[in-house]
């Protein structure tokens, strides 16, 4: 069973508040999307969209619309589930939702290995900072989130997933650092960095670890802010720049030797990956997930 057509489509279009974006979402025309779109305000007599400048916005009706929608898909999902269930199958839609790193270096290998065994699932993902994955959970845009830190929300659990450590990169044979295997965290204020946006769950992790070494991350020369892992690597391979960056995510730079690790005396900044959803029972596919990718990485260490 399905949640009416007209209905996911003004899902997409809220999401992305962008009607060619939520067409190729759903690999339909931008005809088709306002169409339906208009169709729909027909039907309730009222706008769901208008515009403030060059930006498409939800109306009062369109966010209220949204918030009843986003729940009847949710029960929907969940009905889906148990008749599978009732059938014996393992089938249905899981929605996820992850951070940056994880979501191009960790999650990519797990979801294939995920859809080999469990080929009936049908598995979107969404991914962005780990501010705004909270923010899909809470509105009910995925099931389950992989996020690089916890956060204050006491609406939201938090469960450790993986070990990992953000390490100081440059590029391969930076002269700053030439035949300098360590540095200390001192000379950290005296380069250039190019660090993720402010949101960023790794941003956060960066800030408290310099804190315990009485260094504020105001202190640090951020020259650049960039919105990605992957722009930010570019952006050093040219430049002399530096950056924390996860170790999961340099592995081919390193190997290729385009990169390297500049180690800090007395210093390391480890973290761990969290799945996180808001509080109460988890649906049955998301911690069928959960407990997969979680057996996957036990088996690796």
């Known amino acids: 069973m399905a949640i009416d057509f007209k209905m996911s489509v003004f899902i997409a279009a809220a999401r992305h508040l962008n009607f060619t974006k939520a067409a190729q979402e759903l690999n339909i025309s931008q005809p088709a999307i306002s169409k339906n779109i208009h169709e729909l305000e027909i039907h309730t007599g009222r706008n769901l969209f208008e515009r403030n400048g060059n930006r498409l916005v939800l109306t009062e009706t369109g966010q209220l619309l949204l918030n009843y929608a986003l729940q009847i898909q949710h029960i929907y999902n969940q009905l889906n589930e148990n008749l599978d269930i009732l059938d ?3 089938a249905g839609e899981l929605r996820l939702g992850a951070s940056t790193t994880i979501s191009h270096y960790i999650i990519p290998e797990i979801l294939a290995d995920f859809h080999t065994q469990y080929p009936l699932i049908k598995i979107k993902t969404l991914h962005g900072n780990s501010k705004q994955v909270e923010e899909w959970l809470q509105q009910k845009e995925i099931d389950l989130g992989i996020v690089e830190g916890l956060s204050d929300n006491a609406s939201m659990k938090y ?3 993986l070990k990992d450590e953000l390490v100081l990169v440059t590029r391969h044979k930076n002269p700053l650092v030439a035949n300098r295997h360590a540095i200390n965290p001192e000379l950290l ?14 941003n956060e992790v960066i800030r408290k670890a310099l804190m315990k070494i009485g260094i504020g991350l105001h202190e640090l ?5 960039l919105a990605s892992t992957e722009s930010i690597k570019n952006f050093l391979l040219t430049t002399n720049c530096f950056s924390f960056l996860s170790i999961h995510a340099i592995t081919k730079e390193l190997k290729n030797e385009e990169l390297q690790i500049v180690e800090l005396n007395d210093f390391e900044i480890e973290r761990y ?9 988890i649906g049955r596919l998301p911690d069928n997930f959960r407990k997969f990718a979680m057996q996957r990485f036990r088996r690796q260490s």
């Open 88 to 90: 014996g199958r393992t």
């Open 159 to 161: 469960e450790e997933f």
């Open 189 to 202: 204020k005296e380069v250039d960095f190019v660090l993720r946006e402010q949101g960023s769950g790794t």
């Open 221 to 225: 020369n951020v020259k650049v802010v």
């Open 273 to 281: 990956f969290f799945f996180v959803h808001p509080q109460g029972v």
